[in-house]
């Protein structure tokens, strides 16, 4: 059984006009792929992954967890943030979805661990570790980024993220029973929900099969 949505309501983008000075280059296709540690999000990475294969995109895997979780008393300042997510040492959570989704794009040879790297830690009130973010550069101009964000609700996480980026395509999965998936896991009523907020291209996938096909549902813009 195979069940993905797609809810589109980004409006075209302007397009340059007349003039003698060249067209800038189209912008590289960019995909937002959730993460949560359950099985489905990972068949989900890997169809972003066969969709980003015929565009050459850049792809980021979000984990979202949600505020100081498990950090209230001691904490982690940002210098062992940095380390945690550069040399995947002590695990803050969602580092483990997110190294087993880099692991992940090396096996499938869309990542090399040799491509340059940078990182970035942003400061959020309230939470000792922050945001974290690790972005992975090819030479021939592709970028892999992994985002490990706090947030109030997984829900609010993901769409701030995805409309402030302007992502082509979101992608997650809507799993069921996923008990052990961790802080993050995305349920059901969440995937909804984010499908139903965001003003951009979203793909929730149900019971992923490779090679099966999906159906597109597109609702026409309200304004």
């Not at 015929?54 to 792809?59: C, M």
Request: with cysteine; charged share 25%.
């Amino acid at each position: 059984m195979n069940e993905d949505h797609i809810k589109d309501d980004a409006g075209p983008e302007d397009t340059p006009e007349g003039g003698s000075e060249a067209a800038a280059p189209p912008s590289r296709f960019r995909i937002l792929c959730c993460v949560d540690g359950s099985e489905e999000s990972f068949k989900a990475l890997h169809y972003a992954v066969r969709i980003g294969s015929g565009n050459d995109a850049d792809l980021t895997m979000l984990y979202v967890r949600p505020t100081d979780q498990g950090m209230g008393s001691g904490g982690l300042d940002s210098s062992v943030a940095r380390e945690n997510m550069l040399d995947w040492g002590l695990e803050l959570p969602g580092t483990k979805v997110l190294k087993q989704a880099r692991d992940m794009l090396v096996e499938l040879g869309w990542l090399d661990e040799e491509w340059e790297h940078e990182f970035s830690n942003i400061s959020v009130v309230g939470d000792p570790a922050g945001d974290n973010v690790t972005t992975y550069h090819s030479e021939e101009g592709r970028s892999i980024t992994l985002k490990l964000l706090t947030s109030p609700s997984i829900v609010e996480g993901i769409v701030t993220e995805a409309a402030a980026e302007g992502y082509d395509l979101t992608i997650l999965a809507k799993s069921d029973g996923e008990d052990a998936a961790g802080q993050g896991f995305i349920a059901p009523e969440m995937a909804d929900e984010v499908a139903s907020s965001h003003k951009g291209t979203v793909l929730v996938t149900r019971v992923l099969e490779e090679s099966h096909g999906h159906l597109v549902c597109v609702s026409a813009d309200p304004r």
